[in-house]
């Protein structure tokens, strides 16, 4: 079983930063890739981004440039989040693929003034 914690979740101001981490544990026997989604009340589930093991991203266009995806050798990934914005608001949810996909219980993010 494998286990995803994720924090660092929070309110910010709009412009402001946030960094998410998520750890994973349990029986991992092998990665093909970790990410983060997100989800806003009435909205789907979508893609925010996303590392391979080979090290590859992949970003939503909605937060290129803003957000960052980076992965340790410990199987955390982390999310830093700069010059957020109101429509960032969503629950942030860590997925981990690998023969089957696990998901976190998701951390709120909430951008307001």
């Known amino acids: 079983q494998v286990q995803l914690v994720e924090s660092g979740g929070g309110l910010v101001q709009p412009g402001g930063s946030l960094r998410l981490s998520c750890a994973a544990s349990g029986s991992i026997f092998s990665i093909n890739a970790m990410g983060w989604y997100r989800q806003a009340p009435g909205k789907e589930r979508e893609l925010v981004a996303v590392i391979t093991s080979g090290g590859s991203t992949r970003y939503a266009d909605s937060v290129k440039g803003r957000f960052t995806i980076s992965r340790n050798a410990r199987n955390t990934v982390y999310l830093q989040m700069n010059s957020l914005k109101p429509e960032d608001t969503a629950v942030y949810y860590c997925?981990?693929?690998?023969?089957?996909?696990?998901w976190g219980k998701g951390t709120l993010v909430t951008v307001s003034s």
């Open positions: 997925n981990l693929r690998s023969s089957i996909n696990y």
